[in-house]
């Protein structure tokens, strides 16, 4: 069965680092497209950053500069290292995986895990 678990949210200090974690029990982890995606109170889930199998990445533009996806495919996991976070970063992160796969597309997500940037 598939699982995406995230890690490391927390609450934090304007300026301050975070680093979030996706645990994926996913067969073929490597092929899969995994992206992190936040949603703040009131508003609609949005992209932060996505990283495909071979390496490609992208970024909101609210968070260039800022944050880095990165991914351990020996270990099955993908992260976001988040720094100089800013009080508009405050959100629930989700990790997800994307592929298409035999039989159309294959799209998971995980639990979710709250940032909190305040001072």
């Known amino acids: 069965q598939v699982q995406l678990v995230e890690s490391g949210g927390d609450l934090v200090q304007p300026g301050g680092s975070l680093r979030l974690s996706c645990a994926a029990s996913?067969?073929?982890?490597?092929?899969?497209?995994m992206g992190w995606y936040r949603q703040a109170p009131g508003k609609q889930r949005e992209l932060v950053a996505a990283i495909t199998s071979g390496g490609s990445t992208n970024y909101a533009d609210s968070v260039k500069g800022r944050f880095t996806i990165s991914r351990d495919n020996a270990k099955d996991t993908v992260y976001l290292q988040m720094n100089s976070l800013e009080p508009e970063d405050t959100a629930v992160y989700f990790c997800?995986?994307?592929?298409?796969?035999?039989?159309?597309?294959?799209?998971?997500w995980g639990q979710g895990t709250q940032v909190t940037v305040s001072s």
């Open positions: 996913l067969s073929g982890f490597s092929f899969y497209t």
């Open positions: 997800n995986a994307r592929r298409l796969g035999r039989k159309g597309l294959d799209d998971y």
